[in-house]
């Protein structure tokens, strides 16, 4: 006799997850949470997953403005004003032709030699 598949078991098991969607640092994949939700043994890591962990590792060199202000433990619009004396380059990304993206993004060396230079 063939077992038949009742009308909403998928929706079951997706709805045994948590809510909300999946994060990258988490570690699990859709595949991964769908088979510990049925109680089946979870495969191994996808390919998408070890790609997610091997870029976790490395720490990012551009910073974004919240970024760069907790790296350097001040406000965000310390870093403004930084960028805007002069004393703080930040990094313009070229997109199309003429144009720059809008987003401020302060390099890491750059931020480590100013505080260099504020060191007596």
Known sequence: MVKKELPLAAASVRLRRPSGRLRKDRGTSIA?????????????????????????????????????????????WTIRDLEADGTLRRVNVPLRIGRELRKLLFDREDLDQLVDSWKI
């Open 32 to 76: 991964e949470g769908t088979a510990a939700a049925s109680g089946q043994a979870a495969p191994g890591p996808t390919p998408r997953t070890a790609a997610y962990e091997a870029v976790g590792s490395i720490p990012p060199r551009l910073l974004g403005l919240r970024a760069a202000a907790a790296y350097l433990g001040v406000s965000p």
